[in-house]
């Protein structure tokens, strides 16, 4: 594992706007982490929260190998301010396989620069021990492969930046991709490894909404609320058109479309499958999902 130095910035290094070049957009590389710190009295209780990054082989967590961890973890108090970094760490690992083309491509990563390399457990179980919540950016991907990696995880709240906030409602910001709000927000990155990665989240999610709340704030009280999922077992196929528009989706698993929703929209969805969709029956499926769940 490799210890990432963690530092303020000058609090003058701020862009300042140009009014006779109002029709250019600056961005600004990002910051060290340690400059989203609040220089505050915390108020209790203090929560560990782990912004987390992997990059894999591929995508599939049976077959595929982490090639690259990342995580830091963020001392958070009840105002969900940032009152500390708690550590900060990265590892490469070799997959005893080939690296794919495109993975190299995208990440930089080449079989040369993992060779012999191996992620420290034990160092990660402990360092992981306290965490509250983990947050990625399309948290099921790296969920998949951090339970496979660390099965003390299991049971673990997760939070995703990707699903359990609405970018364009919430922050008016166009687009999903984590690359993409980066320069929304006014900043950039220079590469697509794990702790680049988790510095990029942890900008966004220290973004300021209109309301005064913080990107990290909004999306920890979204992603804590339990939530509903409806199953429309045994819905006609004449019925999907109507299914796929109004947001379910084919587990072909389960044989049943699906949605979820918050607990107060589970009478009106009810009434929409009954009226749309099972006239005759039987009764949607409901399974509460809460963030322990909502990932997997």
């Given at each position: 594992?490799?210890?990432?130095p963690i530092?303020?910035?000058?609090?003058d290094?701020?862009?300042?706007?140009?009014?006779?070049?109002?029709?250019l957009?600056?961005l600004?590389?990002?910051?060290?982490?340690?400059?989203?710190?609040r220089?505050?009295?915390?108020v209790e209780?203090?929560?560990?929260?782990?912004?987390?990054d992997?990059?894999t082989?591929g995508?599939?967590p049976?077959v595929?190998?982490?090639?690259?961890l990342a995580?830091?973890?963020?001392?958070?108090d009840?105002?969900d301010?940032?009152?500390?970094?708690?550590?900060?760490?990265?590892a490469l690992?070799?997959?005893?396989?080939p690296i794919?083309?495109?993975?190299s491509l995208?990440t930089?990563?080449?079989?040369?620069?993992v060779?012999?390399?191996?992620?420290?457990?034990?160092?990660?179980e402990?360092?992981?021990?306290?965490?509250d919540v983990?947050?990625?950016?399309?948290?099921?991907?790296?969920?998949?492969f951090?339970?496979q990696?660390?099965?003390?995880?299991?049971n673990?709240?997760?939070?995703?930046?990707?699903k359990d906030?609405?970018?364009?409602?919430?922050?008016?910001?166009?687009?999903?991709?984590?690359g993409?709000?980066?320069?929304e927000i006014?900043?950039?990155?220079?590469g697509?490894?794990?702790?680049?990665?988790?510095?990029a989240?942890?900008?966004?999610l220290?973004?300021?909404l209109?309301?005064g709340?913080t990107?990290l704030?909004a999306l920890?009280?979204?992603?804590?609320?339990?939530?509903?999922?409806?199953?429309?077992v045994?819905a006609?196929?004449?019925?999907?058109?109507?299914l796929k528009?109004?947001g379910?989706?084919w587990?072909?698993?389960?044989?049943?479309w699906?949605?979820?929703v918050?607990e107060?929209?589970v009478d009106?969805?009810?009434?929409w499958?009954?009226r749309?969709?099972?006239?005759n029956g039987?009764?949607?499926r409901?399974?509460r999902?809460?963030?322990?769940e909502?990932?997997?």
């Amino acid at each position: 594992m490799t210890d990432i130095p963690i530092h303020d910035v000058d609090e003058d290094d701020t862009w300042r706007f140009d009014p006779d070049h109002a029709n250019l957009k600056i961005l600004r590389e990002v910051g060290q982490i340690g400059h989203f710190v609040r220089n505050k009295a915390a108020v209790e209780p203090i929560r560990q929260i782990c912004l987390v990054d992997t990059e894999t082989t591929g995508t599939d967590p049976q077959v595929d190998q982490i090639i690259d961890l990342a995580y830091l973890i963020l001392a958070v108090d009840d105002e969900d301010d940032i009152v500390g970094i708690v550590c900060a760490d990265q590892a490469l690992c070799d997959p005893m396989m080939p690296i794919p083309a495109r993975v190299s491509l995208l990440t930089g990563l080449t079989d040369e620069m993992v060779a012999g390399k191996a992620i420290d457990l034990d160092r990660v179980e402990l360092d992981i021990a306290s965490v509250d919540v983990f947050i990625a950016h399309n948290a099921a991907f790296d969920v998949s492969f951090v339970r496979q990696l660390l099965p003390t995880t299991q049971n673990a709240a997760w939070a995703c930046s990707l699903k359990d906030f609405d970018w364009l409602a919430d922050a008016q910001l166009g687009g999903k991709a984590l690359g993409h709000l980066l320069m929304e927000i006014g900043f950039f990155h220079s590469g697509h490894r794990a702790m680049e990665d988790v510095v990029a989240l942890l900008h966004i999610l220290s973004y300021r909404l209109a309301d005064g709340r913080t990107v990290l704030s909004a999306l920890l009280a979204n992603a804590e609320e339990d939530t509903v999922k409806v199953e429309a077992v045994g819905a006609p196929y004449s019925a999907r058109i109507q299914l796929k528009a109004r947001g379910y989706r084919w587990d072909p698993k389960g044989r049943a479309w699906w949605t979820e929703v918050a607990e107060h929209e589970v009478d009106d969805e009810e009434l929409w499958l009954g009226r749309q969709v099972l006239h005759n029956g039987p009764s949607p499926r409901l399974t509460r999902i809460t963030w322990r769940e909502r990932h997997r």
